[in-house]
C-alpha cells in the first residue's frame, strides 16, 4: 500500500530505505525540540507549551510534505526566523501575542504568494549576491546570540559599576566604551560550552548523523556530572496536560494588533526570510536527491511551497515561529530517501517525542547545552558569503551592508531591508539602471518604509 501511494519504485527507492532516510532525517534535526523553544522563551513564551507547538509543527508539516507534496523533506520551525520573532521586535514593544499574529500574517501572505504563482518574480526581484548575503547575515547573527548565551562574549558593561557609565551631569547611562568583550573563561559553564561546540564540530566533520543533537546530549550529561544540571524529573509524560498543555498560547495571536504601518516591514522581512529559506532548501535538498530538472529548477516547485505557507500559519495558531522546509532533510536523502513516506516517518518520530518531554525540559534551561548548536547552525550559514559577487561593488555593497547590520544592530530586519532599499540606489549610481527589475524597485520602496515610518534599533 504504501509502495502504490508514494511510487516508491517508480523513484527508485525501497520502503527500507525510506523509513532509514526518514529516522536519519528526524535525528538530524531533532535539536530544534529543545533550541526553538529555548530561542522563543526570550519573547515571553512558555517554555512548555511552546515545545509541544514546536513538535506538533515539525509533525504537522512533515506529514503534509509526505502526503500532498510526496518529498522526502521534513518541516519544522526555522532557525533564523525564530531569532528574529525572540530578538527583533524587541524595540517595537511588540507582545508575543503580536508576534504569532505577525507569523499568522506572514503565512497568508506566503499562501497568497504561492496560490497566484508570484514566487517566482519575487524570486527574481532579489539578485544571487543579496540572497547569499540573507543566509550569511542570519548565520553570523546566529552565532553571536550562541556566543552571548553561553557567556563566550558578554557585554562590554558587564562587572561595572553603574557610576563608570554614567553620563557627566545626566542619570542616564552611557554606552560602555567596548560594546563586546570576551567572556569569563574562569566559568566552567563557559569552557562546556566550548567543549559542547567543539564535539559537535568534530562529529560534523565525521559526518556522524545527528552531529548536534548527540553533542548537546554528551554536553547535557557532562553538565549534570558537574552539578550544573538538575536530572530530569522523569522519563515519560502526557502531553496537552499540566506544564505541557497548548491552552495558554494555542490561538492567542493577536492579529489585527499587527496589521499597522509599523508591522509592515516585520510583516514583510517574514515573508522573505520563509520564501527565501524554502527556495534555497528545495534546491540545496533537491540538488542532493538529484529532483532538479535539467536547468536546475525544483519540479512542482508550488507543491512544497504551499506545504510550507499552511504550516506557517498552522504553527502561528499552535503558538510557535515560521516554519518550512529544513535542508537537514539532505541527510535522510543521502540514506536513499525519495518520497514522502519518509517524511511522513519523521512525523511519527516528532509525535513519539511528545511522550518524551520531561528529557527535553533541562535542556533548555541551560545555555551551555543548546548554545553551541546555534553557533553550529551559524558557521554553516556563514558559508553562503563566498557566492557574493564582491567584486562587484553594486552587488558588494548591499551585501555587505545586510551582513553587518543584521550582527551588529541585533536585528535581521535592520539588515535586510538595508540591503534591499541600497541595492537599486547602487545601480543606478553606477549607471547600470537596465539590471533593475520592478520587483526589486517595489522591495526597496516597502523597505523604505521601514526606516521612514517603521521604528529600527
Known amino acids: 500500500m504504501a509502495g502504490s501511494l508514494f511510487q516508491i519504485e517508480q523513484h527508485g527507492s525501497s520502503v527500507r530505505r525510506e523509513v532509514i532516510g526518514g529516522i536519519t532525517t528526524f535525528v538530524t ?134 557610576a ?18 570576551i567572556g569569563a573563561f574562569h566559568d566552567p559553564r563557559v569552557l562546556l560550552a566550548i567543549a559542547g561546540f567543539a564535539a559537535i564540530v568534530v562529529l560534523m566533520m565525521r559526518r556522524a548523523p545527528g552531529a548536534i543533537l548527540i553533542g548537546m546530549g554528551a554536553t547535557a550529561v557532562a553538565g549534570y556530572g558537574m552539578g550544573f544540571a538538575p536530572a530530569p524529573e522523569s522519563v515519560v509524560a502526557m502531553p496537552f496536560t ?7 498560547i494555542a490561538l492567542h495571536l493577536d492579529v489585527p494588533g499587527v496589521l499597522t504601518v509599523t508591522f509592515l516591514p516585520v510583516l514583510l522581512t517574514l515573508v522573505l526570510m520563509s520564501f527565501l529559506d524554502t527556495l534555497g532548501t528545495l534546491v540545496g535538498v533537491g540538488a542532493a536527491g538529484n529532483m532538479l530538472d ?13 506545504v510550507d505557507a499552511v504550516t506557517c500559519i498552522f504553527a502561528s495558531l499552535v503558538g510557535t515561529s515560521t516554519s518550512g522546509a529544513y535542508i537537514e532533510s539532505a541527510t ?38 543548546y548554545g553551541p548548536a546555534l553557533v553550529a547552525v551559524g558557521m554553516l550559514m556563514v558559508g553562503s558569503m563566498r557566492k557574493i559577487e564582491f567584486d562587484d561593488l553594486t552587488e558588494a555593497l548591499p551585501a555587505f551592508a545586510c551582513i553587518t547590520l543584521m550582527v551588529f544592530t541585533y536585528n535581521i530586519a535592520n539588515g535586510l531591508t538595508a ?39
Not at 118 to 131: D, G
Not at 340 to 369: D, W
Open 242 to 248: 499540566g506544564a505541557y498543555s497548548l491552552a495558554p
Open 29 to 162: 534535526m531533532a535539536y530544534i525540540i529543545v533550541v526553538n523553544p529555548a530561542i522563543l522563551a526570550a519573547a515571553g513564551i512558555p517554555i512548555g507549551p511552546s515545545t509541544v507547538a514546536t513538535i506538533l509543527t515539525a509533525a504537522f508539516g512533515s506529514l503534509l510534505m509526505g502526503l500532498y507534496a510526496n518529498r522526502p523533506i521534513a518541516v519544522a520551525p526555522y532557525m533564523g526566523e525564530n531569532a528574529f520573532i525572540a530578538f527583533g521586535l524587541v524595540a517595537l514593544g511588540a507582545t508575543w501575542e503580536q508576534r504569532l499574529g505577525s507569523v499568522f500574517v506572514a503565512g497568508v501572505v506566503f499562501l497568497l504568494l504561492t496560490v497566484f504563482q508570484v514566487r517566482s518574480k519575487l524570486a527574481n526581484a532579489i539578485s544571487p549576491s543579496l540572497k547569499y548575503s540573507f543566509a550569511a547575515g542570519i548565520g553570523l547573527f546566529l552565532a553571536f546570540i550562541g556566543l552571548y548565551e553561553t557567556g563566550i562574549v558578554t557585554s562590554g558593561a558587564a562587572g561595572l559599576p553603574p
Open 332 to 369: 535522510g536523502i543521502r540514506e536513499g530517501a525519495r518520497t514522502g513516506l519518509a517524511a511522513v516517518v519523521t512525523a511519527v518520530l516528532f509525535l513519539a517525542s511528545l511522550f518524551l518531554l520531561p528529557i527535553v525540559a533541562p535542556l533548555q534551561q541551560a545555555p551551555y547545552i
Open 419 to 457: 540591503g534591499l532599499v541600497l541595492y537599486p540606489l547602487g545601480k543606478i549610481a553606477a549607471g547600470r539602471v537596465r539590471e533593475l527589475n520592478w520587483g526589486s524597485i517595489v522591495l526597496a520602496l516597502l523597505c523604505l518604509t521601514y526606516f521612514l515610518f517603521g521604528l529600527p534599533h
Open 164 to 181: 563608570a557609565l554614567l553620563s557627566m551631569g545626566q542619570q542616564l547611562l552611557r554606552a560602555p566604551d567596548v560594546p563586546v568583550k
Open 294 to 306: 535539467k536547468d536546475g529548477n525544483f519540479p512542482q516547485v508550488e507543491k512544497p511551497m504551499l
